[in-house]
């Protein structure tokens, strides 16, 4: 007999709207379904029709607030191929510190919310603790904190100024020190590995077929890394690998415990590319067209078609921008941000699982709808609403079970 | 700000995410956490409407979420104040001419009282400084 | 395979493959390829399916994005091979040309699971009729958004109910 039980749109769980519909089957999940609406703004539509294409990167920005350098790094990439606009190479640098400072809050933004759909409040306020002082790096930088209007077709807008780089230096040896005891703290805790170690497990076979993205895939075992495999910004310098969990633990199983891995190890990278970008920073201009009325023109005249796809914390992110001569605006505009394609996952992995593991499995995607733009859960035939509150309820009581 | 003896405890907030970039929801998240520490006065987040007294409000309405606006609204009991963080709620904020979007709070809940937060996204002092408005009013009406 | 083989295999099937590039990175230029080829409906299915054969391994699908050209649609299939190495991707897109008075595609999720939610959004936002395709729900835009009409056309049936809030303010 089968139950679906629906999770509505607003709960606190995943801090984002989205309904995903679960069938059981006595306590066990045999099917998922996700209802993503609820987040659409009609971001491509506005960009299409509405405006101009500098207007349209401060609206890339606001797609996602959490990943909000991925989206224009990608227009812009994608603009410049076609128009053909040169940048200078202190710019390309700074692109690649801002992204890599990017995926540093990122991931410790992650970890601490995974933490707290396992019950542990204590490691969320240890994390977000930490996170703040990349986030002084980023307003000292930047002049905020989130959407930061870096990114211009040609360079970027603001420079990394001499006052700024010992302070960056201080952040660098900071995260050194204290890359080991983050490690301990979540990967050698008893309970985080048995509610982690065989759940929600990707086979390789599946993330290849779906098309997962970033660090769920290379969890199962998938070398995918934009910064590896295609040439953009000034990466080639870098040789960067992509991380596989048995660089530390030796072997791959694609289970939730080797996401949190992975995302650690990816912290440490971003760290000494920082390092390593800041040591050969070359000196110049940082944007090769000031004017931006002149920057527009010459888009406006331009003709033709290109993708830019970046690395952003979550995946790979593609942009596809067509020009047509005489159009102020882009002729076509298409965002696809990571978590689209890794949405899909969720059923393979979430399948003969029980429903207190769906808090962590789901966000141990890292899941960011309102860059997708978006659970039900049927029990046999009667419609009972399960809402946030009760699935983080659920989570956190099987934590205290298993601790017994 | 005296805190008086109506008033018996702290603000209990429950946040509503109508479609917005999740730039607001962590910076009120954020405001919660050890660097800025709205927790000290007793704020906290809880999950469910009908024990809250103040209701977060983050991104512009989307048409899929506006009568689940209204049912939340509907569903939290006096005396409670809207905070709505953020431009997209005031506005529109960047995304105010789209084909998918219901409008600002005020055409959904027009008698509503609300404390708006300016900002894309706003600072957590900011925030902070919102919350403790609210509790301002709540003060007042609760005499 | 490399760039050259696959050029070469997609000609002896009678396609012409146009390359873009740019040059990119500070202290080691490399130039970063992307590979453009048209399509008929017709065969879209056996040439995606003998990229599938001849990668090394499963082809990664990005995304499909359409664009309205007057009286034609075009689509245009991204996927990327050769995944793994330094430097050694191979971006390659498949664009297939449709008038819009016969406006249906084949689907290719018999072929490539990933493409069924680019399916299910090129079909509520153009009109695309899929054939084949098993789940015809909406993905992104409510239940109840009015029939006929596509946010991503640009002749009579785009959205005209717009959320304006500012009309009236200059006058």
């Known amino acids: ?404 | 700000m005296k805190i008086t003896n109506s008033f018996k405890r702290a603000l209990w907030v429950f946040h509503v995410n109508s479609g917005s970039c999740n730039g607001c929801d962590i910076e009120i998240i954020a405001a919660l956490t050890p660097r800025y520490d709205a927790e000290r006065f007793g704020i906290k987040l809880i999950g469910s409407p009908r024990h809250a007294d103040v209701i977060a409000f983050t991104g512009p309405i989307t048409s899929d979420m506006a009568d689940k606006v209204k049912r939340v609204y509907e569903q939290t009991p006096d005396p409670k104040v809207i905070l709505v963080v953020g431009s997209c709620g005031i506005s529109g904020g960047v995304f105010h001419e789209s084909y998918h979007l219901d409008g600002p709070i005020n055409k959904i809940l027009p008698d509503a009282i609300c404390v708006y937060v300016p900002g894309c996204p706003p600072r957590p002092e900011a925030i902070i400084q919102g919350v403790v408005k609210a509790w301002e009013f709540l003060e007042g009406v609760s005499k | 395979m490399n760039t050259d083989e696959l050029v070469e295999m997609l000609k002896e099937k009678g396609l012409e493959v146009k390359i873009q590039s740019k040059m990119a990175g500070v202290k080691k230029k490399v130039e970063r390829k992307s590979l453009w080829v048209d399509v008929e409906r017709d065969r879209l299915k056996e040439i995606v399916g003998l990229l599938v054969e001849n990668a090394e391994e499963f082809p990664h699908f990005c995304v499909a994005s359409t664009s309205d050209i007057g009286d034609k649609v075009e689509i245009n299939y991204h996927f990327t091979i050769n995944f793994g190495y330094q430097l050694e991707e191979i971006q390659i897109t498949f664009r297939v040309t449709i008038p819009k008075n016969d406006l249906w595609v084949p689907t290719l999720t018999d072929i490539v699971p990933a493409t069924i939610f680019s399916e299910r959004e090129l079909r509520e936002m153009t009109g695309i009729e899929i054939e084949g395709l098993p789940d015809k729900r909406h993905l992104f835009l409510t239940k109840d958004f009015p029939d006929g009409v596509y946010p991503w056309r640009r002749d009579e049936t785009a959205p005209k109910d717009l959320n304006k809030l500012y009309e009236g303010w200059k006058e």
């Open chain 1, 1 to 404: 007999m089968k139950y679906e039980v629906p999770i509505g749109p607003i709960h606190p769980a995943l801090k984002e709207p989205i309904m995903l519909r679960f069938s059981l089957e006595g306590e066990e999940i045999v099917d998922v379904d996700v209802i993503a609406s609820q987040n659409h703004r009609g971001v491509e539509w506005i960009g299409m029709n509405r405006n101009n294409p500098v207007q349209s990167i401060y609206l890339a920005e606001r797609i996602c607030g959490i990943c909000n350098f991925c989206h224009p790094a990608c227009l812009v990439l994608a603009v410049e191929e076609i128009v053909d606009i040169e940048v200078p190479e202190r710019a390309e640098y700074i692109r690649v510190i801002q992204s890599e400072l990017e995926r540093i809050h990122s991931h410790l933004l992650w970890a601490g919310v995974a933490a707290h759909e396992l019950g542990f409040d204590t490691l969320l306020h240890y994390t977000w603790m930490i996170r703040e002082k990349v986030m002084d790096i980023l307003e000292v930088v930047n002049g905020n904190r989130v959407t930061k209007a870096i990114m211009m077709y040609g360079g970027v807008r603001r420079d990394i100024k001499e006052e700024h780089i010992p302070k960056i230096r201080e952040m660098i040896e900071y995260y050194k020190k204290l890359f080991n005891k983050v490690a301990k703290l979540f990967l050698e805790d008893k309970t985080i590995k048995m509610r982690t170690r065989e759940i929600g497990i990707l086979r390789k076979e599946d993330a290849l077929k779906l098309g997962t993205v970033g660090p769920t895939t290379r969890a199962s075992g998938v070398k995918k890394d934009v910064r590896q495999d295609t040439p953009y910004f000034a990466y080639p310098d870098f040789d960067v690998e992509a991380m596989t969990p048995d660089i530390i633990t030796g072997e791959t199983i694609g289970d939730t415990y080797d996401r949190i891995v992975v995302r650690l190890l990816e912290v440490k990278q971003s760290v000494e590319i920082i390092e390593s970008a800041l040591d050969e920073l070359p000196p110049g201009d940082i944007i090769s067209e000031e004017k931006v009325a002149k920057i527009l023109s010459r888009i406006k005249k331009a003709e033709g078609e290109a993708i830019g796809r970046h690395e952003a914390p979550r995946g790979e992110d593609i942009h596809y921008v067509k020009l047509k001569e005489g159009f102020e605006s882009f002729y076509t505009w298409k965002v696809r941000a990571p978590t689209y394609s890794n949405i899909m996952s969720w059923k393979p992995m979430l399948m003969h699982h029980q429903i207190a593991d769906i808090p962590i499995v789901a966000a141990s995607i890292d899941p960011c709808l309102s860059c997708t733009n978006r659970v039900v859960v049927v029990k046999n035939g009667k419609e009972r609403m399960l809402t946030g509150e009760d699935l983080h309820r659920l989570s956190i009581q099987k934590t205290r079970r298993l601790k017994k």
